[in-house]
């Protein structure tokens, strides 16, 4: 087993153990839910999975007719990795890559900037809150703690673009 694994590594993993079994597709349905606190490509939809098979984290089955999906488990291994993980907190700093702050950052004219980034951020809290209210009671901690963090990240976001629109 590797010594680190990248966070998407980790991630494919978390959402294999919740969902027990899971084809690339369904992999790719639960990583779309997370409403953009972590980006899951299309290809590592597919690629993922099947490197950490690989590894001796994940199991995988193959339907025997039909379209012959492939489905994955996480195995003994690859949850202990995945708890190992999860026990050593990290001290990583977020890395912004922010398009509308580059454009910022680079020149770019703030008021029509700042007019459309504030309502993408008004949208997407939108969604955080109305994601939070429809979990509220059934949803696990982490879960819920980590879309609170979305909200204030989302307020933060529209409270900054809202002031360069008032100008």
């Known amino acids: 087993m590797p010594r680190e694994l990248p966070p998407l590594s980790y991630l494919v993993l978390g959402l294999i153990q919740q969902a027990g079994r899971a084809t690339p597709y369904e992999l790719k349905g639960m990583a779309a839910s997370m409403s953009g606190l972590w980006a899951l490509r ?10 950490l098979a690989k590894l001796g984290l994940l199991s995988e089955d193959r339907e025997e007719s039909g379209r012959r999906r492939r489905r994955f488990q996480i195995t003994r291994q690859g949850r202990k990795a995945l708890r190992e993980w999860l026990d050593e907190p990290t001290s ?12 910022l950052f680079l020149g770019a004219e703030p008021t029509p900037l700042a007019g459309l ?21 059934h949803a696990a901690e982490g879960m819920l703690l ?7 990240h989302e307020r ?3 409270r900054f673009w809202g002031g360069l629109v008032e100008g």
């Open 42 to 51: 299309h290809d590592q939809v597919y690629t993922e999975p099947e490197r």
């Open 92 to 103: 990583g700093f977020t890395e912004l890559r922010d398009v509308g702050l580059l454009q």
């Open 117 to 137: 980034q504030l309502e993408a951020h008004k949208a997407r809290l939108a969604e955080y809150e109305e994601l939070s209210r429809n979990l509220a009671d």
């Open 146 to 152: 980590a879309l609170d963090a979305g909200i204030g």
């Open 156 to 158: 933060e976001w529209v």
